[in-house]
């Protein structure tokens, strides 16, 4: 490697996250930040090793001038430092990308093509990948995929009742959150090695939210499918949803498939439902009847997705939250756990309130492990650049 630093892009569906690491046989991380709040108020974030945290605001922000200021106060951090590779996190790899791979013209191409089947993070991704190129045109862009963790499921947790001939063209569950799930599933092997050759449900609950079985440390099955949209409500897409609605909206409501999509992805869930917020602290806050009803609602289909995941898996041994709702909304895991008793999850208040590592008082462990995208596409990047 000609340069020990690298550097990784996170575009979210409300945020962009990035970090500088040091090469060392784990990323040893120098400065993290992102930009959140991506819309009016936007504000970027900056944590230096040693450093106090700067908050700087960008006031109306989208995803493209969000990631003008991260490269732009990026280059300033770095001074004359080069960079080796880049890692993104890219959405959607489809069927062929099984692993992280480097961002060759053709392998862009082929990402581009898969654009349609996740609209909300992909475009966003790729103009990131654009963005860093012209930035840092000596750096290997690498690309990690959302998607690469669950391409092992068995075929029926992969395929719809349709026609055969659209599973052939891709027409299947792809599912997604794999970064965080490969974070916490190399996590668990550390910390608790016995469970990670158990049957686990990670628990990835934040604007965008989902749950996946996991046994032994792989995917088995998931709550996302062809896209983005399905299983757990989110904080502004829907989740499960009866294709019959969208045959109602379409032919009843004369909505086009823009107009769905739109509805589907930025107005559903949370916000939806509550009328107000996406926002889990901003809900939990509020005496709104529409706020209750809605985190009502959003325990309710955990708890069932809780439930379906055991039945794959065939018992389970640990429940465990990440995300940012996961990670820091006490009185949401509070609510989920309620009434689980029967598979062995009950939770202690005390340790909850703390975002404990363990909460757990009954047969089946209660975990909260805050998880890493970032660090695992460094090392996904740190590997490829040096193999290079």
């Known amino acids: 490697m000609k340069s020990d630093t690298i550097l990784t892009l996170n575009a979210g569906s409300s945020s962009i996250k990035f970090s ?11 400065v993290r930040g992102q930009v959140e709040n991506l819309g009016p108020t936007a504000r970027l974030i900056i944590e230096e ?26 280059k300033t951090i770095l001074t004359d430092t080069p960079i080796a590779g880049i890692g993104h996190r890219i959405a ?13 013209e053709v392998n862009l191409s082929k ?17 990131v990948v654009a963005a860093a190129k012209a930035a840092f045109p000596e750096a290997m862009q690498i690309g990690c995929f959302d998607t690469s963790f669950h391409r092992d499921h068995p075929w029926v947790n992969d395929t719809f009742g349709l026609p055969r001939k659209y599973y052939d063209k891709g027409v299947r569950r792809y599912g997604f959150h794999g970064l965080s799930y490969d974070y916490i599933t190399s996590e668990l092997k550390k910390r608790e090695p016995k469970l990670a050759n158990g049957r686990v449900v990670i628990a990835h609950l934040g604007n965008g939210a989902s749950m996946c079985a996991v046994n032994s440390g792989h995917s088995v099955a998931s709550t996302m499918g062809f896209s983005a949209l ?17 045959l109602y909206l379409m032919d009843q409501e004369n909505m086009s498939s823009d107009q ?7 107005e559903s869930g949370l916000k939806g439902l509550s009328g107000m917020s996406n926002d889990m602290r901003e809900l939990t806050a509020s005496d709104k009847p529409e706020a209750k009803q809605a ?18 898996l065939g018992g389970i041994d640990a429940f ?23 598979i062995g999850i009950d939770i202690d208040a005390a340790a909850n309130d703390t975002n404990a590592f363990d909460i757990g008082i009954s047969d089946t462990r209660v975990l909260v492990i805050p998880t890493d995208e970032e660090r695992v596409m460094a090392r996904a990047t740190i590997e490829l650049v040096k193999a290079a």
């Open 20 to 30: 500088i690491y040091s090469v060392a046989d784990e990323p040893v991380q120098q």
């Open 49 to 74: 090793t040693n450093q106090a945290k700067r908050k700087i605001e960008l006031g109306a922000a989208d995803h493209m001038s969000a990631l003008k200021a991260v490269l732009e106060h990026s």
């Open 92 to 104: 959607h790899g489809g069927i062929d990308f099984t692993h992280p791979v480097q961002l060759t």
């Open 111 to 127: 990402l581009h093509v898969l654009a349609p089947l996740a609209p909300l993070h992909q475009p966003h991704n790729l103009k």
């Open 230 to 246: 399905d299983g757990l409500p989110m904080g502004t897409r829907c989740g499960q949803l009866d294709p019959g609605v969208l």
């Open 260 to 266: 769905i999509s739109h509805l589907l992805y930025r």
């Open 295 to 312: 985190l009502n609602y959003y325990a309710f289909r955990v708890r069932r997705e809780l439930g379906a995941m055991t039945a794959v």
């Open 320 to 342: 465990i939250f990440c995300g940012g709702i996961g990670e820091n909304s006490a009185p949401m895991r509070a609510q989920i756990c309620e009434g689980m008793e029967w």
